[in-house]
């Protein structure tokens, strides 16, 4: 279709070019004897203005037989590639020849217009999510297609290596991984030793989590949970690369409340958009102030009630690190010395901790009152705090809660908080991320 549209383009210029000749060199005119007479030797009687092959004449009579069945020919295919263009309008963009892809919100089952857009163009203008997308056909711009399932998932970086260094135990290490499997993004993980963090040795930042984003020869390191999960949301949306979205996430070195050295990110929790990017992603300001104020929540007090409530009786601090040292990457001594000596020690810390954060003497309750109030917050009219989508809170308070998973004290979450529905959600949502692979 693109081959004859260039035809037809080439062709329409030669005959503008024969036009506007025409108007520069123009045939001399014909008389009206020799019209007449032109007339009759057509109809078949022979006159006296008429000179057997006259090559004037006979030259005027091809030119106009030729234009006559150039402009038919032409006219002629011209309404034919306007019925190819109709038929193939819904499935292919004409003018790069790729076929445009509709995309169809997984909840509400409905096409979204906005994102019915040619691949060649900056299609991706709204916020990564759940989507099943009609046509298979993988792009340079990162549109990963699944041929098995016809499910979709989205990227903007098809060339994005990342790594992710953690302890698979650490809530704020969670939060991050459940960021990176709600938008389908690829990741290897690599189990950190938490004795000897061998494993990020590279690195002067000795937390984790860790982010590693290999674009080609280039390798961006992320640190901070909030910082990674903030930055690469930017760079989903706004299609920025990430070597430029990091710079605005800053580090500054602080003193905390014990006198000790701490690295803060200066806007951590903020998506750094421009106006009409935010506005397709949030709606309004209120309620992107909402979500950075319960990531902000999640990361100050509810991160803080999980040692308490997972170490707070010896028994259920023993349980805790028996679950620590099958999940975690120990040798046969570290795991035995973790397991015990390491219960006994955070079952003390956790009594620090409860001092420290002001909790109540029985810290389930502040577990049940965070649990009950972040359920107030989303609602009883909207599914997730994103609304039919979860959104970065969302995936901050679920993150965080996950790790508690077969503890008691997520049984006990559980059964004597209002957050089950939510959470059972959460998992749905998550397990139904189009796969990428």
């Given at each position: 279709?693109?081959?004859?549209?260039?035809?037809?383009?080439?062709?329409?210029?030669s005959?503008?070019?024969?036009?506007?000749?025409?108007?520069?060199?123009?045939?001399?005119?014909?008389?009206?004897?020799?019209?007449?007479?032109?007339?009759?030797?057509?109809?078949?009687?022979?006159?006296?203005?008429?000179?057997?092959?006259?090559?004037?004449?006979?030259?005027a009579?091809?030119?106009?037989?030729?234009?006559?069945?150039?402009?038919?020919?032409?006219?002629?295919?011209?309404?034919?590639?306007?019925?190819?263009?109709?038929?193939?309008?819904?499935a292919?963009?004409?003018?790069c020849?790729?076929?445009?892809?509709?995309?169809?919100?997984?909840?509400?089952?409905?096409?979204?217009?906005?994102?019915?857009?040619?691949?060649?163009?900056?299609?991706?203008?709204?916020?990564?999510?759940?989507?099943?997308?009609?046509?298979?056909?993988?792009?340079?711009?990162?549109?990963?297609?699944?041929?098995?399932?016809?499910?979709?998932?989205?990227?903007?970086?098809?060339h994005?290596?990342?790594?992710?260094?953690?302890?698979?135990?650490?809530?704020?290490?969670?939060?991050v991984?459940?960021?990176?499997?709600?938008?389908?993004?690829?990741?290897?993980?690599?189990?950190?030793?938490?004795?000897?963090?061998?494993?990020?040795?590279?690195?002067?930042?000795?937390k984790?989590?860790?982010?590693?984003?290999?674009?080609?020869?280039?390798?961006?390191?992320?640190?901070?949970?909030?910082?990674?999960?903030?930055?690469?949301?930017?760079?989903?949306?706004?299609?920025?690369?990430?070597?430029?979205?990091?710079?605005?996430?800053?580090?500054?070195?602080?003193?905390?409340?014990?006198?000790?050295e701490?690295?803060?990110?200066?806007?951590?929790y903020?998506?750094?958009?421009?106006?009409?990017?935010?506005?397709?992603?949030?709606?309004?300001?209120?309620?992107?102030?909402?979500?950075?104020?319960?990531?902000?929540?999640?990361?100050?007090?509810?991160?803080?009630?999980?040692?308490?409530?997972?170490?707070?009786?010896?028994?259920?601090?023993?349980?805790s690190?028996?679950?620590?040292?099958?999940?975690g990457?120990?040798?046969?001594?570290?795991?035995?010395?973790?397991?015990?000596?390491?219960?006994?020690?955070?079952?003390?810390?956790?009594?620090?901790?409860?001092?420290?954060?002001?909790?109540?003497?029985?810290?389930?309750?502040?577990?049940?009152?965070?649990?009950?109030?972040?359920?107030?917050?989303v609602?009883?009219?909207?599914?997730?705090?994103?609304?039919?989508?979860?959104?970065?809170?969302?995936?901050?308070?679920?993150?965080?809660?996950?790790?508690?998973?077969?503890?008691?004290?997520?049984?006990?979450?559980?059964?004597?908080?209002?957050?089950?529905?939510?959470?059972?959600?959460?998992?749905?949502?998550?397990?139904?991320?189009?796969?990428?692979?």
């Open positions: 279709m693109a081959r004859a549209a260039r035809f037809a383009w080439v062709l329409g210029l005959r503008c070019a024969l036009t506007e000749g025409s108007r520069t060199r123009p045939w001399p005119p014909v008389s009206a004897q020799r019209w007449a007479g032109f007339t009759r030797a057509a109809a078949g009687s022979p006159g006296p203005a008429v000179r057997k092959g006259s090559p004037r004449l006979l030259g009579a091809a030119l106009a037989l030729g234009g006559a069945l150039g402009l038919y020919h032409t006219v002629r295919w011209h309404l034919r590639s306007q019925d190819l263009r109709a038929e193939r309008s819904a292919q963009c004409f003018e020849a790729v076929p445009r892809v509709v995309f169809v919100d997984r909840v509400s089952r409905t096409p979204d217009p906005e994102l019915e857009v040619c691949p060649r163009l900056r299609w991706l203008s709204r916020p990564c999510g759940l989507f099943e997308l009609q046509s298979l056909h993988p792009t340079s711009h990162g549109l990963f297609l699944d041929a098995g399932t016809g499910k979709r998932a989205l990227s903007p970086s098809s994005l290596q990342l790594t992710l260094y953690q302890y698979k135990t650490c809530p704020f290490c969670s939060k991984r459940a960021f990176l499997d709600f938008h389908s993004l690829p990741y290897q993980v690599v189990e950190v030793n938490p004795v000897r963090r061998t494993e990020i040795k590279f690195s002067s930042y000795r984790v989590p860790i982010l590693v984003a290999q674009e080609g020869d280039s390798s961006q390191q992320l640190n901070d949970s909030s910082v990674i999960i903030s930055a690469l949301k930017t760079h989903l949306v706004s299609g920025q690369s990430l070597e430029e979205v990091i710079t605005y996430y800053p580090p500054m070195k602080a003193m905390n409340d014990q006198g000790k701490v690295t803060e990110f200066c806007n951590k903020w998506l750094m958009l421009d106006e009409k990017e935010a506005q397709r992603m949030y709606g309004g300001k209120e309620a992107r102030t909402e979500e950075m104020k319960w990531r902000q929540w999640a990361d100050d007090w509810l991160v803080h009630l999980i040692s308490p409530n997972v170490y707070r009786t010896p028994t259920e601090a023993l349980a690190f028996d679950y620590i040292v099958r999940e990457k120990f040798g046969a001594v570290e795991a035995t010395m973790a397991k015990y000596v390491g219960a006994a020690a955070m079952y003390l810390i956790s009594k620090r901790l409860k001092s420290r954060h002001h909790l109540q003497d029985d810290v389930r309750v502040d577990l049940y009152e965070a649990a009950n109030k972040w359920v107030t917050a609602g009883k009219d909207r599914p997730f705090m994103g609304g039919q989508k979860p959104n970065l809170a969302d995936l901050a308070v679920y993150g965080v809660l996950r790790v508690m998973e077969g503890l008691e004290a997520f049984d006990d979450l559980m059964r004597h908080s209002r957050i089950q529905p939510w959470y059972l959600r959460m998992e749905r949502a998550i397990e139904e991320a189009p796969s990428m692979h």
